[in-house]
């Protein structure tokens, strides 16, 4: 799945670009889609994507949930 089609479906499900989860939701489905037969930890994903954006892991975490909710 490509970076566009991810971003589709972001959006289709009503996710707001504005968002910073919107980012980290798009890194960790590209990373996901990218080794499907990878299995990963939340907290190791959350690890990786805090260290991408220079954040602190709640960070990512809360603002994953905050842009699902």
């Given at each position: 799945?490509?970076?566009d089609k991810i971003d589709q479906v972001l959006?289709?499900?009503g996710v707001s670009p504005h968002l910073r989860g919107y980012k980290y939701l798009k890194f960790a489905l590209g990373k996901l889609l990218d080794s499907p037969g990878t299995?990963?930890?939340m907290g190791d994903l959350y690890k990786e994507i805090a260290a991408k954006y220079d954040t602190k892991v709640?960070?990512?975490e809360r603002g994953m949930?905050?842009?699902i909710e």
């Open positions: 799945m490509t970076i959006l289709e499900v299995i990963y930890q709640p960070c990512v949930r905050y842009a």
